[in-house]
């Protein structure tokens, strides 16, 4: 460890139960997924310490974290969420769109065809 209170950030990300290893802490801090305090982070090896907050994009989520303390082990869930407080915005709910969101329209037509529609051709070409 560098000093109390401090570690990698890929370290803390695996012990944080963010990533489920190391290296892939690793590979998502050098692809540019991790910002601390707003600042990319471009290596596995930056450190982080308590009182950082951390942005930290995902597949389909976007966590934001504030670094209380740095990890000692990767241990239950239970001693993981003494690591951080979540202060991540509340998801949408997946039945809700944005207010400003239309929905798709297709005209007949046009685009691809239907199975139904396909179907159909299939039976005049064959008579």
Known sequence: MAGEGRQRID?????SR??????????LAQSG??????QKLGQASDIVKTGDVLTITLDRRILVYKVLLAGERRGPAEEARKLYDDISPAPTPRDQ?????????????????????RR???RLRDQ
């Open 11 to 15: 370290k803390w990300l695996f012990f």
């Open 120 to 122: 159909a051709t299939d």
């Open 97 to 117: 769109a944005p207010p400003d969101a239309k929905p798709p329209l297709r005209e007949a037509g046009s685009g691809r065809p239907t199975k139904k529609e």
């Open 33 to 38: 997924g991790v910002r601390c305090n707003g």
């Open 18 to 27: 963010a990533v489920k290893s190391r290296s892939l802490g690793a590979k």
